[in-house]
DNA sequence: CCATTAACCTGACAGC
DNA sequence: TGCTGTCAGGTTAATG
């Protein structure tokens, strides 16, 4: 589900409430998610402070005041809830609710944190497909979560010089080698075809036949892309919320994600596509992505 | 080594 | 109402 613009906005709206906060309770509902949580979870966490929340790639990270760093990953359904204790409360940009007896209480809550903000922050996920972990701060990069994990796109470093160079060698097509985590950490499926689009850049194209000129257009239309996502709350097509419930609204700026059968908006006269690349859905216009 | 596919899991929705 | 089949913002083990 969540992307790297919906993972943002997810840590955007938790870090009023976490960061400079300590965990005063920890609860879990199961042993697992996608992976089992690490020995000792809850007892690492409670009484902790959280000195950072950050993000790298899909991941959320919690720097604790011990030397150890919580990752959180959503997988496709994970949601984060913000429940303030009390009253209705304004931090930040976001009003949170106050938390009615039910909140974490939900088939699918599986984790519950209560904060000294004072807020309770319930993580939801009804596939499973998410992840719970705590590990070295310090060696975040020895991991292998970390790793292998390609560059931030939103970085300095992203630039047509970089893009061009990881094409170069791929006979993969750029769908694919744009979706691959190992070489641009963040991009999903939603803004991989939007930012193709953007490119004219056919998603079926070999990723070693993307000229300098494309790749330095994706390199802006992927930057450009993120950056309206992230101002517009990300995109909720099923799953994703804010924390404090409300929408995003990216969806409604998709030039053709979910949007099969439509008229491309650059008015070219084409049908906007939807074809099967690694088993996931691509759409695109055949007219103006060449 | 690289690239594609199947599997993980639940819910929503379309069609019969 | 209820069945069946398909699909979903991700990751990864197995397979070719």
């Known amino acids: 589900m969540p992307e790297l613009p919906e993972v943002e906005t997810v840590r955007m709206g938790l870090q009023p409430v976490?960061?400079?906060h300590r965990f005063t309770h920890v609860l879990t509902r199961r042993g697992d998610l996608r992976v089992p949580f690490p020995k000792n979870f809850v007892k690492r966490l409670t009484g902790r402070e959280v000195t950072r929340l950050w993000r790298r790639a899909k991941y959320l990270l919690a720097d604790l005041n011990a030397g150890e760093t919580?990752?959180?990953h959503l997988g496709m359904s994970g949601r984060m809830s913000?429940?303030?204790e009390g009253r209705e409360r304004n931090l930040g940009r976001y009003v949170y609710e106050a938390a009615p007896s039910e909140a974490g209480h939900g088939k699918h809550d599986h984790v519950v944190f209560e904060t000294d903000a004072p807020a309770r922050i319930v993580f939801t996920d009804p596939r499973r497909f998410g992840l719970m972990t705590i590990l070295k701060t310090g060696a975040l990069n020895d991991t292998a979560l970390f790793k292998g994990l390609g560059i931030e796109p939103l970085s300095e470093e992203f630039d047509s010089a970089y893009?061009?160079?990881?094409?170069?060698?791929k006979k993969t097509p750029i769908k694919a080698a744009l979706s691959d985590q190992r070489v641009i950490a963040g991009l999903g499926n939603i803004y991989v075809c939007e930012a193709l689009f953007r490119a004219r850049t056919s998603p079926?194209?070999?990723?070693?036949?993307?000229?300098?000129k494309?790749?330095?257009?994706?390199?802006?239309?992927?930057?450009?892309?993120?950056r309206d996502a992230i101002k517009a709350g990300g995109s909720s097509l099923r799953d994703h919320k804010r924390v404090d419930g409300a929408l995003g609204e990216f969806q409604h700026h998709c030039a053709v994600y979910d949007r099969e059968g439509r008229p491309c908006p650059n008015n070219c006269r084409g049908v906007v596509k939807r074809i099967v690349?690694?088993?996931r859905s691509t759409f695109y216009c055949p007219k103006c992505q060449k």
């Open 214 to 226: 494309s790749a330095a257009a994706l390199v802006t239309t992927i930057k450009a892309v993120l």
């Open 70 to 72: 919580l990752i959180i």
């Open 204 to 212: 079926k194209r070999l990723a070693k036949q993307v000229s300098l």
């Open 82 to 84: 913000v429940f303030t």
């Open 163 to 169: 893009l061009a160079k990881v094409l170069s060698g």
């Open 277 to 279: 690349q690694s088993g």
């Open 18 to 20: 976490i960061e400079g």
